[in-house]
């Protein structure tokens, strides 16, 4: 990271081709267009927006998961790790065979006799949402369900025993229990999201751009690599505070806890 940083000082002077100097370019470049601005609250907003939807959909299945009398629930926890066991990449290029215009979805239409309702979905914001809610779910739901299963399972009939509805037991004693889990599985979403650029590529339009995909275009396509480097340590340090963030407030022993089962 000292080298990526030291190399955001180079110049580019042609297709590859930098020499080594220690000017400002590359930061100004940054700090002052627009285009850059742009990148980094599309960035943001995304990141937000899958976090929120994350831990809405992640909440109920590892509730249910930590919460069920089955006695095999180790096989509820495998089916939950069982899409780590695929590619990342293939994870999400399955989503052009659902939403493509030859898609599952439209071909659903087809078969009843729908037709004229043919959706167009592919390459839009949306799809690129429901790409990473698809990816960094697992995440959410282990982290939720770690929390959930540290909890005192006497405590909510406790509750219930003092007079409290099953909502009220549920929203005054499990769910500030389990706010610790919510909190790490929402900063690995996010986290995750704003340093993607696979997704937003294979699923995204030429407008759903994350900052993750300049880093690409300027090292990959335009072979400016000081450039590449002053985005990816600029991106560095955005999701870097994030995490600080968290540190100070929530520690980090809750992340250790997920992954150390």
Do not use: C
Request: net charge negative.
């Amino acid at each position: 990271m000292a080298f990526i940083l030291v190399y955001s000082f180079y110049e580019n002077i042609d297709l590859a081709v930098d020499v080594p100097a220690f000017q400002f370019g590359n930061w100004q470049d940054l700090l002052s267009d627009s285009y850059y601005h742009t990148a980094i609250w599309k960035t943001l907003r995304l990141s937000v927006i899958v976090t929120v939807l994350a831990a809405v959909l992640g909440y109920i299945p590892a509730y249910v998961i930590a919460m069920t009398k089955y006695r095999h629930k180790w096989l509820l926890l495998l089916l939950l790790i069982l899409p780590f066991w695929v590619s990342f990449i293939i994870r999400t290029l399955s989503w052009i065979h659902i939403f493509g215009n030859q898609g599952a979805l439209n071909g659903l239409l087809n078969l009843l006799g729908l037709g004229d309702l043919e959706v167009q979905l592919m390459y839009t914001e949306f799809t690129v949402i429901v790409g990473f809610i698809h990816v960094f779910l697992p995440y959410m739901i282990l982290n939720v369900y770690v929390s959930l299963e540290g909890i005192d399972p006497n405590l909510e009939p406790a509750a219930r025993t003092l007079g409290a509805t099953p909502w009220q037991a549920f929203r005054e004693v499990t769910l500030p229990l389990s706010l610790p889990g919510l909190a790490a599985g929402s900063l690995l979403v996010f986290v995750l999201t704003g340093g993607s650029y696979v997704t937003p590529l294979i699923l995204g339009g030429p407008s759903d751009f994350l900052f993750g995909n300049l880093v690409y275009d300027a090292v990959v396509t335009e072979l400016n690599w000081p450039m590449g480097a002053t985005l990816s340590f600029a991106l560095l340090l955005l999701l870097g505070s994030v995490v600080i963030l968290y540190s100070r407030f929530m520690g980090m022993d809750q992340l250790a806890k997920a992954f150390g089962r």
